[in-house]
């Protein structure tokens, strides 16, 4: 089957890089929203328009599914759109972040993602109903986005904040679990785990490859 992936920038290819070796079987193709980026401050009707064309964009190439693999997206179009277009197939990256969030058994998780993605609340909604004892801790990093859209991911500048923001949630709330709430931060994953090695760390983009696999598995009917 011919899967989407949409995004609103570069972290979608993480996402599709994530999906096509753990299925070969499909094809995987991209449309990642590079001209609007970033979306993390806009206002949700923005997000929701350019979601909307975005994804509409995808199923036009004939995609039988679209991810939205961009949480902020999720946050703040996800819904709306499985509403709006009951016949189609559109998955988010929330509930598998949140899922394998859980999973790790962490009861203080913390998460890191845009303003929009934290404000919204939504991770702590959908981690609530999997284990309501689990507390998710959020701080918006928005200042990541844009040293990883310009290419400085390895700038110092950009490791002080990482590690500044982290730290406070360790200090704070005393995490053992972080979410890597933006499917930018994937290119992060490495340099967290190595400033935090006991830190469990989830990606939300290879989150929602991994419970794609599983979904599939399950819907044996979509192929
Ligand atoms: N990739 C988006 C996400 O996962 C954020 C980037 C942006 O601000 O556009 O939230």
Excluded at 8 to 20: I, M, R, V, W
Excluded at 51 to 72: H, K, M, R
Excluded at 84 to 108: F, H
């Amino acid at each position: 089957m011919k899967i989407g992936v949409f995004d609103s920038g570069l972290g979608g290819h993480f996402t599709l890089d994530k999906c096509k070796p753990l299925m070969p079987e499909h094809e995987f193709i991209g449309f990642f929203d590079q001209t609007n980026a970033p979306y993390g401050d806009k206002s949700q009707a923005e997000i929701l328009q350019l979601t909307e064309s975005g994804v509409n964009e995808l199923f036009a190439e004939d995609c039988d599914l679209v991810l939205i693999a961009c949480n902020t997206a999720c946050t703040q179009a996800l819904r709306r759109l499985q509403e709006k277009y009951p016949d189609r197939k559109i998955l988010g990256c929330l509930i598998p972040a949140a899922e394998m969030a859980v999973d790790s058994e962490a009861i203080s998780i913390g998460l890191i993602g845009t303003s929009r993605t934290i404000e919204s609340k939504k991770y702590e909604r959908e981690t609530f109903k999997i284990n309501p004892r689990a507390k998710i801790h959020g701080l918006a990093t928005p200042k990541l986005v844009p040293f990883i859209e310009a290419g400085n991911s390895d700038d110092l500048e950009c490791e002080i904040y990482l590690k500044e923001k982290i730290q406070m949630l360790i200090n704070e709330h005393q995490i053992k679990t972080l979410i890597l709430g933006c499917t930018h931060y994937s290119v992060l994953k490495a340099r967290v785990t190595k400033l935090f090695p006991t830190l469990e760390v989830i990606d939300s983009a290879e989150a929602q490859a991994l419970k794609l696999v599983g979904y599939l598995m399950r819907h044996p009917e979509l192929k």
